[in-house]
Nanobody, 123 residues
Framework: QVHLVESGGGLVQAGGSLRLSCAAS????????VGWFRQAPGKERDFVSA????????YYADSLKGRFTISRDNAKNTVSLQMNSLKPEDTARYYC????????????????WGQGTQVTVSS
């Protein structure tokens, strides 16, 4: 069973950048789309971005287009999320997961969630 581990989170000032990484072990996700979600305290888990198995198709939450970029390296079994021009409202725990369902923007369509990595953006 594939196990996902997120890394790269941290504390950054508004306007700064972070690069999150999602690494797979115990298996591979090269044949699946992979998505990123985020969840702030007391809020639902929201779709951030996703990438197709071959890396050709990418999907973003409308509010994040132009600031976030998703990419993948199937040889290294990793998916990355480059986050630029960060805002305090981007503060959340960020999770990656493997797409196994139908609706790519729905968390219900994903399995094998990682433990997440915390991103905190100070104003």
């Amino acid at each position: 069973q594939v196990h996902l581990v997120e890394s790269g989170g941290g504390l950054v000032q508004a306007g700064g950048s972070l690069r999150l990484s999602c690494a797979a072990s115990g298996g591979t996700f090269s044949g699946n789309a992979v998505g990123w979600f985020r969840q702030a305290p007391g809020k639902e888990r929201d779709f951030v971005s996703a990438i197709s198995a071959d890396g050709v198709a990418t999907y973003y939450a409308d509010s994040l287009k132009g600031r976030f970029t998703i990419s993948r390296d199937n040889a290294k079994n990793t998916v990355s999320l480059q986050m630029n021009s960060l805002k305090p409202e981007d503060t959340a725990r960020y999770y990656c997961a493997v797409f196994t369902g139908t609706l790519i923007r729905s968390p219900m369509a994903y399995e094998y969630w990682g433990q997440g990595t915390q991103v905190t953006v100070s104003s």
